[in-house]
């Protein structure tokens, strides 16, 4: 059983990671494995690759990645991403960005940063927003009429009555966005103490009615 490092990777898996240093700082990753997380009766394996560079310039690093995942013979997750990180002096910042490709629609815009000053007052500030859930053509099982007959367990049941593209469009309409801003400011004040304050913004979107 893995863990998640990144590269796409979105939870716990069963599977294999491995990478290859071909450069001083430079390392080429593979990824393939079945999530740990069981969807209904559904079956889901992924495999991906993404590039790190520990040093793009002295002060930055990132990867960039691509990843698929398939669910019942059907594209469940096709996703492009990047993650990138800048340090100097008292800064730091890092971001991730992740995007579908199939749902065409972005999953993840996130960029967190702190500033430490010569006197130690710290500023920290964070932006954050979410597919919620993330976009996955197998999220269409969450989002089933409650009245039928019988409810699918496998995206394979859905597609007797549906098109792939009829419930990607599906999965877009329905998903609801997360998102969260900080910005916060400490300072010290005395040798033992330090007074801070923040500003906080959270904001959970509406998930739109489910089309019966």
Known sequence: RQSPTGGGVLGRF??????????PKWRLNAVAGVPFDKLLDSKRHFYGTSIDAEALTPE???SLYAIQQIIDGEVDRQ??????????GGVSASSSFDYDLKVRGLNIASVQGTWIAEDSTTVNALYDRRATPLLMLGNALFFQDPAAAKLATRLKDLLGMNTVEALRQQVKATNSYTTQALLGVTRPIAANWQAGGDIRLTNVGAIAPVPV
């Open 60 to 62: 930055v690093s990132g």
């Open 79 to 88: 996703a492009l991403g990047t993650e990138l990180r800048y340090f100097s």
């Open 14 to 23: 069963d599977g294999i990671q491995a990478g290859y240093a071909f450069r």
